[in-house]
C-alpha cells in the first residue's frame, strides 16, 4: 500500500506514523472513524475529511469491503454535472461487542455488532457484595459466556469484552484497585474473566461505570454531542464521568471522577470508602431506601435481591399516589443533589449535568430541587448555563458504554481483527 505523504497529524500534534504498518493501522482506522460518524459517506467525501489521496482511500475502502466491515449502500449525486459517487457504511454484521456492568445488586448485559445493532441485552439481580469477587467473577462468566453464545446465534462473533464496574480502575492492566461499595481490592478482574471464558480466547478491558456510561451519554444519550458534560451515576452510590473537549478526562492515574466521595457533611453518616459525609451518602440509592424506606434498607439481613430499577419504581409509585414522607425524602435528596453539582460545575462548567439509574427515573421529582439549588451555589450563575438533565438509557448506560468501549478499540486498530476475518467465499 502506497504510503500517503499527506496524512494528517494526530489530534495531539504528533507526528504521522512512520512504519508501513503503523500507517496501513492509521489509513484504515481514520476510514472506519469517518464511517461510524457518519451515516454514509463516499470515497472522495472521506479523502477530503482525511487528507489521504483519492487512490489510498480506494484500496483502502476496497479492503474493508472484502472483509464485510464496511458495504456499499447507493450513489450520491454531487450537483448538476459530474460523475455521481458510491458511498459506503459501516457494516461489520458478523464482528460483535460485548459490554457489560456488574453492580452492588446486577449484571447488566449489552451485546451490539459494529453497525450498532443491538444483539442481546439484560440485566440480572445479583448480590455482589454478598456474593463476594470469587463467586461474582464466577456468575460474571456464566452470563458473559450466555451473552456471547446469544451473538454467535445472531451471526456475531465477539471480538471484545469491556466490564464495567463502580471502582477505581487500573484500566491499563484490568485490575481493580478499590471498589468501595463492593468491598473489592486489587483484583484482576480483566485476567480472571479471559480465564472464565476459557477457549473463547476473547480480549477483555475493564473501565469504572460512571466513565463509560459518560461515553455513551456524549455518543447517543439526550445530550449527545455536547464536548462539554458531566454524568452522574443513580445507583447504590455516585459516581461521575466527565467529558471536556469532547474527550473523556480520567486523570493523572485514570481515577477522576469520583464525585461520590466529595466531602459535604464532615459529621455525615460512614461511607462505603470508610470516611463520613460523603455526597452518595446524602443522594445515593441506598440513602434514599434508608431514609425513607428503612425495612428494605440495603445490608439487612434476610432481605432478597431487589433490581434498582424495581425499588425507583416502588419509590415513584408512592410518589404518585403524594407519600409526604416519601416526597420530603426525595426533596431533601434534591437539594443535596444540587449543592453537590454546583460543586462539580464550579469545578469543570459543564453545561449540562446528566443524570442516569434512579435519578432519571425519579427526575420529574428530583430535578426541580436539584436546579434550583445548582442556580443558587454556581459562582459563575447565570452566565454558566449549566442545567441538569436526565438520561434515557436507563440502567443499562454503563453496559452500553462498555459496548462502544470495544467498537471504538476495534475502529482505532483495526489490524486487531482484519487478520482473523473471513474472506467472503464466492459462489
Not at 466491515?69 to 457494516?91: S, T
Not at 461520590?260 to 452518595?280: F, I, K
Not at 444540587?338 to 421529582?365: C, M
Request: aromatic content about 4%.
Amino acid at each position: 500500500m502506497t504510503q500517503d505523504p499527506r496524512l494528517l497529524r494526530t489530534a495531539n500534534g504528533t507526528a504521522p506514523p512512520t512504519s508501513a504498518t503503523a500507517l496501513r493501522r492509521a489509513n484504515l482506522s481514520s476510514v472506519l472513524r469517518q464511517l461510524r460518524d457518519h451515516v454514509s459517506r463516499s470515497r472522495a467525501d472521506i479523502a477530503d475529511a482525511t487528507g489521504l489521496h483519492r487512490a489510498t482511500v480506494s484500496n483502502l475502502v476496497a479492503e474493508l469491503l472484502e472483509r464485510r466491515l464496511v458495504r456499499e449502500v447507493g450513489i450520491e449525486h454531487v450537483g448538476a454535472v459530474g460523475r455521481p459517487r458510491r458511498a459506503v457504511a459501516l457494516h461489520g454484521a458478523h464482528v460483535g461487542a460485548l459490554g457489560l456492568e456488574i453492580n452492588v445488586d446486577y449484571i447488566s448485559v449489552h451485546g451490539r455488532d459494529l453497525r450498532g445493532h443491538v444483539l442481546v441485552e439484560r440485566r440480572v439481580s445479583f448480590d455482589a457484595v454478598g456474593g463476594g469477587p470469587d463467586r461474582s467473577l464466577r456468575r460474571l462468566g456464566l452470563v458473559a459466556q450466555e451473552a456471547i453464545e446469544a451473538m454467535e446465534r445472531a451471526g456475531a462473533v465477539p471480538a471484545g469484552v469491556a466490564v464495567a464496574i463502580p471502582a477505581l480502575v487500573d484500566v491499563a492492566c484490568g485490575v481493580v484497585k478499590f471498589a468501595p461499595n463492593l468491598d473489592w481490592h486489587d483484583l484482576p478482574l480483566a485476567d480472571r474473566l479471559s480465564a472464565a471464558l476459557g477457549p473463547l480466547s476473547v480480549p477483555v478491558m475493564v473501565d469504572n461505570d460512571a466513565n463509560l456510561a459518560a461515553l455513551a451519554e456524549y455518543t447517543s444519550g439526550v445530550a449527545a454531542g455536547t464536548p462539554h458534560l458531566v454524568y452522574l451515576t443513580g445507583e447504590v452510590g455516585v459516581g461521575g464521568g466527565i467529558i471536556v473537549d469532547g474527550r473523556l478526562l480520567r486523570g493523572a492515574d485514570g481515577f477522576s471522577g469520583e464525585v461520590g466521595h466529595l466531602p459535604v457533611d464532615p459529621a455525615g453518616a460512614r461511607c462505603g470508602c470508610g470516611r463520613h459525609g460523603c455526597w452518595e451518602t446524602k443522594v445515593g440509592l441506598a440513602a434514599l431506601v434508608r431514609t425513607a424506606m428503612p425495612e428494605q434498607a440495603y445490608a439487612l439481613p434476610g432481605l432478597p435481591v431487589s433490581d434498582p430499577e424495581e425499588r425507583a419504581a416502588e419509590i415513584a409509585r408512592r410518589l404518585v399516589e403524594g407519600d409526604r414522607g416519601m416526597l420530603d425524602a426525595v426533596a431533601q435528596v434534591g437539594r443535596w443533589l444540587g449543592l453537590g453539582g454546583s460543586i462539580v460545575a464550579n469545578l469543570f462548567n459543564p453545561r449540562v449535568i446528566v443524570v442516569g439509574g434512579y435519578f432519571a427515573t425519579l427526575a420529574e421529582w428530583l430535578l426541580p430541587h436539584a436546579q434550583a439549588e445548582l442556580e443558587r451555589l454556581v459562582v459563575a450563575s447565570p452566565a454558566s448555563q449549566c442545567r441538569f438533565a436526565a438520561s434515557d438509557l436507563g440502567f443499562g448506560a454503563a453496559s452500553r458504554g462498555a459496548a462502544s468501549m470495544v467498537v471504538n478499540h476495534l475502529i482505532d486498530d483495526p489490524t486487531t481483527i482484519m487478520s482473523s476475518l473471513p474472506r467472503p467465499t464466492l459462489p
